[in-house]
């Protein structure tokens, strides 16, 4: 087998196991918002089955034999990259027992569905027997990746974020934590009047609304569309179906609002990666969960929670609600959308206390790897770390330790990819702002200029870099605290 033989043959396996994720996808965005409860049980052995059929393909002896050909620097970014991803996924698959894998997917399955129940009636020591088996598992898919040359939740880390390990993560979340502490208690003290955003509005117009703005941002509704589930997410289940969720049932109409657009900001840039070369292969998404989450909070928070921003959209928010926000002026809508106050729920969570949400998430992980938590006591391990970090006390595990999906689906590692998110973000943003006016941009509505120069130095860029590597190539810099702190400061205590 030549070279290009084997690039070609690599290309072909790689899109076929393309193609069976996104048919898994389509099966999870089913299960997510369709699937009758009573279904789970096959629904969870047809989850096996794909995973255990793109875990063989993935570390089969023919992808052994046809990776070992290519063993070498390709000068081609494409087959660089390709060799690279699919070189990463065949190690991961080797580690681990096509058993394990299956006995993983099924767990998943299983504990989302129970986990739907036990948010619903509050009820966490439900919950216990379907997570015990989810952290045992994933402990033992730890160590199995790890191979005793790292931590066990260093290896968790790495399947979501790259390149990242503890040993980083760990100084930079110590670097912020003060400083974000700080920024909480001063602004939490000022009283800020949201009480409008909290009355009912027109569940039809909420969603007229973040349609437009969807389209300004650039989401391709010919290529995707929108839905609803009890937690909101972005799904490609094809090389031109990327689907987003939001929800109508929290507090705030700012909630949903912002939902729409963090989900947005993940649908056009898997939307943008799958075009061209890199379109049906694994190579058509985000960089990294973390790149990922920069782009969703970069448009949620850096821009949609911009004074610019709402200086063109309020009077057409304005418009569209006039019952609610009639007689309400601009500035008390800007100090409104973000007031910072302590609240027990990540997801609508200001952006100044959304990453102390992280890093109780990411103390708890570590000590359920670790095997120094037990899942009885994570009620009460929360209850202790919401305080610490939050100074709330919880009492309500819907409120606490239930009101995330991601532990119920086995996403162990996955937590610190979104504080990373707001890193990198912040700093794409400050390089974003060295070449754009954007607070002219922005005031008029021309979102254009900034979803273009987006796609053409990241979303477009697809897994051809890692994510360290990409950072490095956008903003000249690797990753650090400073360019958010220069942010958050800026806005909270310059501008406001």
Not at 58 to 80: C, H, I, N, T
Not at 226 to 231: A, C, L, M, W, Y
Request: aromatic share 10%.
């Amino acid at each position: 087998m030549t070279r290009e033989q084997a690039l070609g043959r690599l290309e072909t396996m790689d899109r076929e196991i393309t193609m069976l994720e996104h048919i898994a996808a389509v099966m999870e965005w089913d299960s997510e918002l369709y699937m009758p409860a009573a279904e789970s049980d096959e629904r969870g052995r047809q989850m096996e089955f794909l995973q255990r059929e793109i875990h063989r393909r993935e570390s089969s002896e023919v992808m052994g034999e046809v990776l070992s050909r290519l063993e070498g620097k390709e000068d081609d970014p494409f087959a660089a990259a390709l060799v690279r991803v699919r070189s990463r996924s065949y190690r991961l698959g080797k580690a681990l027992p096509e058993d394990l894998v299956g006995r993983l997917s099924r767990a998943k399955t299983t504990g989302y569905v129970v986990w739907l129940q036990a948010r619903k009636d509050n009820d966490f020591a439900s919950f216990v027997p379907a997570l015990e088996e989810l952290v045992s598992l994933t402990r033992e898919q730890a160590s199995l990746l790890s191979g005793g040359k790292t931590g066990r939740y260093d290896a968790l880390l790495d399947m979501y974020e790259e390149g990242m390990t503890t040993r980083e993560v760990d100084p930079l979340f110590d670097a912020l934590r003060p400083i974000l502490v700080s920024l909480v208690d001063e602004r939490s003290a000022q009283k800020v009047d949201d009480a409008f955003l909290r009355q009912p509005y027109p569940i039809d117009l909420q969603d007229q609304f973040a349609q437009r703005v969807m389209t300004d941002m650039g989401f391709d509704f010919t290529r995707g569309l929108r839905g609803v589930s009890t937690h909101p997410f972005t799904s490609a289940l094809g090389e031109d179906d990327v689907r987003v969720t939001t929800r109508y049932t929290d507090p705030s109409v700012m909630d949903s609002f912002f939902s729409s657009v963090h989900e947005c900001g993940h649908a056009i840039y898997e939307q943008t990666a799958s075009q061209g070369r890199l379109k049906g292969t694994s190579l058509a998404g985000g960089a990294s969960y973390g790149m990922h989450e920069s782009q969703s909070r970069l448009w949620e928070n850096i821009i949609g929670r911009s004074l610019p921003f709402w200086m063109h959209y309020f009077p057409l928010f304005r418009d569209t609600f006039p019952e609610q926000v009639g007689d309400v002026t601009l500035a008390e809508f800007y100090h409104a959308v973000n007031k910072v106050e302590r609240t027990p729920i990540r997801t609508n969570a200001d952006e100044v206390s959304y990453s102390l949400h992280i890093m109780l998430r990411y103390r708890l992980e570590k000590q359920l790897i670790a095997g120094t938590l037990a899942v009885p006591d994570i009620p009460q391990a929360w209850n202790e770390a919401s305080r610490d970090l939050l100074g709330l006390e919880i009492t309500d595990d819907r409120l606490g330790c239930l009101q995330d999906v991601h532990w119920a689906s086995g996403e162990i590692g996955y937590f610190p990819t979104y504080a990373l998110g707001n890193l990198y973000g912040a700093q794409i943003w400050e390089t974003l702002r060295k070449d754009l006016d954007t607070d002219h941009l922005l005031a008029r509505g021309d979102l254009f200029p900034i979803v273009s120069w987006l796609r053409e130095k990241v979303y477009s860029q697809g897994l051809l870099y890692p994510p360290k590597a990409l950072l490095k190539k956008v903003t000249g810099a690797s990753l650090d605290a400073g360019a958010y702190v220069r942010y958050l400061t800026d806005k909270y205590h310059t501008s406001w």
